[in-house]
């Protein structure tokens, strides 16, 4: 029996809210993606799971109308019983970030308004693991936890009309990676190579939530490469089981 | 093939969507008035989700290379089959070298072009729906073509439906959203008894709409949304997601449309007066 209280409510006529207490955690996390395993593996092709944060959203695939208490029973014979406190392999993800002012176009400028240098703040941007607390939004936008109180600025006060794809930017409590073109609001910072969302291959997204990135800081000569790379399919990203 | 001597204001190839990537971001797309297309599918006995033209507003020209038979369906778009006009929800033979092409809006927004067995294609992430960047291009242009089978000879079961028109309705069916609480007296009078116009930001994405029924200061941590989730801006402006919203948003998600009235919406233009009826 599990101990964190769930709350399941209809949402529209396909789909279940799930919701665990509202706090961004790694515990809660780490239950929510046991659960979204779990069941996933015993209802694969009639249900589509979304987790964010402290929720997870389940639409039905059957294109019935869902009966509500059915459902609820079932999310809730899954949770209950379940044993499994891991999901499916978990990693960190190195992602090369180059952090020069050709793609950091607001880097000088969110150095200064953090009290930073531009090397102090590429030092401390690269030495945290930021957890996947979910992807949503644009196909392949990670939603990142975990940047410390000395990186936490407001996002521009006018949105730009175009940011270009791979920026990486702050904004608030949030860093992450943009990615496609979309207008955005971010600071941004420096640029990843690498794309994180690719729909020609057969996992179009290599992260999933629950793992980890960690950015490293790479020259404008090997970003030109890994670009190159990038389009043609080679990634050749470190990555670092979590659970093993 | 299917030829576009012009692309029309919008145009796109849609089936019912693409399933089982939302936990990557991929938005659903697909038709936004199912309604309609399934109608239009029933009557040339195919799949309920054979792959259609979606057509918004301002037709495109359109040359069938082979013969075929099609139905149209949805918004009335003063359609011709070689300069005659033809009728929606009616089984329709085309010969090849045929034009189709639309003139006047006459009611609706979105209308829909079904051909026997469907359009072809290629599928991305198994699903035949236009959605940049998921797949390469947004909507077709002039010169475009697109692949369907030859149908020679066919017999429909029924060649046309008489039905309930679901293009002059103004309410639209809502549930309670997950966030519906925060909503106080001040929000739930206008809500629920005011009209609302649709304002020029209405697209595949979202619908927005004109007046505001009064601020909040409540935020929630990002968290699922569908097509049809309502949300509601700091500065009390509705938002209604539509097929290819965003997966997951931090507004408030104060209502959820009914299935059939996102069919209703997606025949709402600029300047349309909508209603809400809670269920």
């Given at each position: 029996?599990?101990?964190?209280?769930?709350?399941?409510?209809?949402?529209?006529?396909?789909?279940?809210?799930?919701?665990?207490?509202?706090?961004?955690?790694?515990?809660?996390?780490?239950?929510?993606?046991?659960?979204?395993?779990?069941?996933?593996?015993?209802?694969?092709?009639?249900?589509?799971?979304?987790?964010?944060?402290?929720?997870?959203?389940?639409?039905?695939?059957?294109?019935?109308?869902?009966?509500?208490?059915?459902?609820?029973?079932?999310v809730l014979e899954v949770y209950e019983k379940n044993t499994r406190s891991v999901q499916n392999e978990r990693f960190l993800w190195k992602l090369p970030v180059c952090y020069e002012s050709d793609f950091g176009i607001d880097i000088q400028k969110t150095a200064k308004s953090l009290d930073l240098t531009k090397e102090e703040l590429i030092k401390q941007h690269t030495s945290y693991e930021y957890i996947v607390f979910g992807i949503g939004f644009l196909?392949?936008?990670?939603?990142?936890?975990?940047?410390?109180?000395?990186?936490?600025?407001?996002?521009?006060?006018?949105?730009?009309?175009?940011?270009?794809?791979?920026?990486?930017?702050?904004?608030?409590?949030?860093?992450?990676?943009?990615?496609?073109?979309?207008?955005?609001?971010?600071?941004?910072?420096g640029n990843c190579p690498v794309p994180v969302f690719d729909a020609s291959h057969e996992k179009p997204c290599f992260v999933k939530a629950g793992d980890k990135i960690q950015f490293q800081s790479i020259s404008k000569a090997e970003y030109d490469l890994r670009k190159i790379e990038g389009e043609i399919g080679i990634y050749n990203l470190e990555k670092i089981p979590l659970d093993a | 093939m299917l030829k576009f001597l012009k692309s029309g204001f919008y145009t796109t190839l849609q089936d019912f969507g693409r399933f089982g990537y939302r936990n990557i971001g991929v938005p659903v797309s697909g038709v936004m008035d199912e309604v309609s297309v399934k109608k239009a599918n029933v009557l040339l006995e195919n799949q309920q989700e054979d792959a259609v033209l979606e057509i918004t507003m301002t037709g495109p020209t359109l040359l069938f290379e082979s013969p075929t038979y099609i139905c149209l369906s949805g918004a009335r778009m003063s359609p011709t089959l070689n300069n005659k006009p033809i009728d929606n929800y009616r089984v329709i033979k085309v010969e090849a070298g045929d034009i189709l092409s639309y003139g006047k809006l006459e009611n609706g927004f979105r209308t829909y072009l079904a051909i026997k067995n469907g359009f072809h294609g290629d599928k991305v992430l198994g699903s035949y729906s236009q959605y940049y960047p998921v797949t390469s291009t947004k909507c077709f242009k002039d010169s475009d073509e697109i692949p369907y089978e030859p149908v020679k000879q066919y017999e429909p079961a029924i060649s046309e439906l008489k039905l309930e028109n679901h293009l002059e309705q103004q309410y639209i069916e809502v549930f309670k959203g997950p966030e519906f609480s925060i909503l106080t007296d001040a929000h739930l009078e206008p809500l629920f008894s005011k009209d609302f116009t649709v304002s020029k930001e209405n697209n595949r994405m979202a619908y927005q709409l004109t007046e505001e029924i009064g601020t909040h200061s409540h935020s929630i941590l990002t968290s699922g949304t569908l097509p049809g989730t309502v949300q509601l801006t700091p500065t009390g402006r509705l938002i209604i997601l539509m097929k290819d919203g965003q997966t997951t948003g931090g507004y408030p998600r104060v209502l959820q449309l009914s299935d059939k009235s996102i069919s209703v919406l997606a025949q709402k233009k600029f300047g349309d007066i909508i209603s809400f009826k809670l269920l």
């Open positions: 029996m599990k101990e964190v209280p769930l709350t399941i409510r209809p949402f529209g006529e396909k789909a279940l809210l799930i919701e665990w207490p509202i706090e961004v955690k790694e515990s809660i996390l780490n239950d929510i993606l046991a659960f979204v395993s779990a069941f996933t593996n015993k209802y694969q092709r009639e249900w589509e799971l979304v987790p964010a944060y402290n929720s997870v959203t389940m639409i039905s695939l059957s294109g019935a109308k869902l009966d509500f208490d059915t459902a609820k029973a079932r196909p392949g936008f990670m939603y990142l936890g975990g940047l410390p109180k000395s990186l936490q600025l407001p996002r521009r006060k006018t949105p730009r009309l175009h940011v270009e794809k791979g920026s990486v930017g702050l904004a608030g409590k949030q860093t992450g990676i943009y990615p496609q073109d979309s207008p955005g609001g971010w600071n941004i910072i | -």
